[in-house]
């Protein structure tokens, strides 16, 4: 294994209670890669709440793994998230992704529940009340599109470690040195945490390009021509999205970065071959069948 690069992915719920076989099979698959942690995704509304508490008490029990569950500020108040927290706590999760969540479409500020946190910078301090969590929060190279300037995005996410985060885990990108210059911006004004690259394995591109319109990613020109035509042939696309990746991973560690966030979608096998391309080996091999037991997590 390249002892010098760690990496942690990312999974979401399912759309039903019980967990799904591309789920357990994608879990299965990347456990054996040795992930600092992996983490589970709540719906920006707070609707999945119930369905990620679910996964996350059935990884950590089938699997050992560290799991972080997504906590969002939207659609409950503090002493409910608090709440939710605490039982996390109990249950032995020790880390969590705090964020505020998205906003509907068309509200242009934060959702005020009547006792609820605005932004994440104050469920960050929430959450440090009830624990000692290790605690990740969002990060825009780009900039929130919410945000009213660069600056202003720079400041937001200064709060949020100030009031007690770990690290910060970015947004997607395609180009370098988007990530690079957003560290060295993190660096002059004062925020020392460990900023993580976020890296967004491409399966389909239009649902990137979807992905990027939303959060204000720019695809490369380079890009969109190399997916170009293959739109009726997924294994050149799956061998193209392996080489994209794995180009940009290379270029960050020769700039001095070893920790690396995987957006999955619940799909293992082009994480995993490009963790495998870039040295990062199971400790055995993982049966491609899913190793959880029957019944878990559903």
Not at 129 to 138: C, E, L, M
Request: net charge neutral; charged share 20%.
């Amino acid at each position: 294994m390249n002892a010098a690069m760690r990496v942690s992915f990312e999974f979401f719920p399912p759309a039903e209670q019980a967990i799904d076989p591309t789920l357990r099979h994608c879990i299965a698959r990347l456990s054996g890669l040795r992930p600092t942690f992996v983490s589970v995704t709540c719906g920006a509304d707070g609707s999945t709440r119930s369905r990620t508490s679910r996964v996350v008490e059935g990884v950590l029990q089938e699997t050992g793994l560290d799991v972080a569950p997504h906590i969002t500020c939207v659609g409950a108040s503090r002493g409910e998230i608090l709440e939710a927290a605490r039982q996390y706590w109990d249950l032995g999760v020790r880390r969590v992704i705090a964020l505020r969540g998205d906003l509907p479409a068309g509200q242009s500020a934060p959702p005020q529940h009547p006792d609820g946190f605005a932004y994440a910078s104050e469920l960050v301090a929430g959450l440090r009340s009830v624990a000692n969590f290790d605690i990740s929060v969002a990060a825009y190279p780009e900039v929130h599109p919410d945000a009213a300037s660069a600056a202003a995005d720079l400041d937001n996410l200064k709060r949020k470690i100030d009031a007690g985060a770990s690290r910060a885990i970015t947004q997607f990108f395609y180009y370098p040195d988007v990530f690079l210059r957003f560290r060295d911006k993190c660096e002059r004004a004062g925020i020392t945490a460990p900023i993580v690259p976020g890296i967004l394995p491409i399966t389909r591109f239009p649902q990137v390009l979807r992905f990027a319109e939303r959060c204000g990613a720019t695809i490369p020109g380079w890009l969109r021509d190399r997916f170009q035509g293959l739109e009726d042939d997924p294994e050149t696309r799956r061998l193209i999205a392996a080489s994209v990746a794995i180009e940009q991973v290379q270029v960050l560690v020769r700039h001095g970065v070893h920790d690396f966030h995987f957006y999955t979608l619940n799909r293992a096998e082009l994480t995993y071959a490009i963790c495998h391309a870039l040295g990062v080996r199971a400790v055995k091999r993982t049966p491609a069948t899913v190793a959880l037991r029957e019944g878990a997590m559903a």
